[in-house]
Each structure stands twice: as C-alpha cells, then as structure tokens.
C-alpha cells in the first residue's frame, strides 16, 4: 500500500513518514509535488486548509492508494498581528476528506510587514536568519520557538490527528 504526500519539501515528508510508520510500518511513500491552487503564501486559515485539501486530493488518482496527504503553511491574522498557521488534509480512494490543524504563533512585525507586501514567508525567513532552506529544516516555528518545536513536529502533530480521524472513521462504519 502506498501512501501519497503532496510535496518534497522535507520537513512534511519527515513528519508524514515518521508518524504514518507507527500505524502502517508496510507502507511505501511516494512524494508527488502538486499545486495547492491557492496563493503562494496562503493569508488566512481558509486558504490554507483549502491549500492542503487541493494538494490532497490530487494524489488519490494513483493505484494502490492508501491514502494522499497534503500539508499547507499560511498565516491568518487576529486582531491586527499575523499568526502563523498550518493545515492538513487526508484523502482517502474513497473521496473521503479528513482535515486539522496544528500550532499557531505570532510572528514578528518585521516578518509581517514583508507578508503583507506579497512575500512568502520560507524565503523571508532565509532572509531572516541568514539562512537557506529554513522551510525544509526547523522552519519559521523552530526559529521563533528557539528550536524547541521544528516545522516537521508541527506537522507530526497534524498527522496524528489526520492518522486518527482516518482510524476511527473506519470503526464507525
């Protein structure tokens, strides 16, 4: 059975490998990049929930299909601060939609103020930290959590809940 995952970016394939092993160590991964259809840097938690639903179900076209995961950072804003935000969403052969989502932090004005011009947040954040590749290690939440939380565990958590609304849907039946 394989198990679909609609990025390459690395910290999401980690989260998605690390806790879909727990609960189907016979499972194959295959990572398909997809298009979310929404903005390259999603602005409010809709967007960003339909960005994960959008690349999910894109992969559940595919043969021996367990099910497709798609996970989509965004930012939302709350009472005039951006927060950041993060989504997911399995699909399963069947056409059936599970969704969560995980942590959420404020993020910096300076930060902000280059979201709200139109940037993206994983290169503003290379800018940041003088860095490359932050999206693909601890991410924007590992920066401002001081490492203690990394993008890839903000998504396990996601995956967690996904892997979990997915096992008790099969219960209900």
Not at 64 to 73: K, R
Not at 149 to 163: G, Q, V
């Amino acid at each position: 059975m394989k198990i679909y995952i609609g990025t390459n970016n690395k910290a999401k394939t980690k989260a998605v490998q690390t806790i879909a092993k727990l609960y189907y160590p016979d499972a194959s991964f295959v990572n398909k990049e997809v298009d979310s259809f929404v903005s390259v840097q999603p602005m409010s938690n809709e967007e960003t929930r339909q960005g994960a639903i959008n690349r999910a179900k894109q992969l559940i076209e595919q043969q021996d299909t367990l099910f497709g995961i798609g996970l989509e950072g965004g930012v939302q804003e709350i009472e005039g601060v951006l927060y950041m935000c993060n989504w997911g969403a399995l699909v399963t052969s069947g056409g059936e939609v599970f969704t969560a989502m995980g942590a959420g932090i404020p993020l910096p004005d300076e930060v902000s103020e280059k979201l709200r011009a139109g940037a993206e947040l994983g290169p503003v954040m290379d800018v940041y930290t003088n860095r490359k590749g932050i999206r693909h290690a601890e991410g924007a939440i590992g920066v401002f959590t001081d490492g203690l939380i990394t993008r890839s565990m903000m998504f396990e958590h996601i995956m967690y809940l996904l892997i979990g609304q997915y096992e008790l849907s099969k219960k209900l039946l």
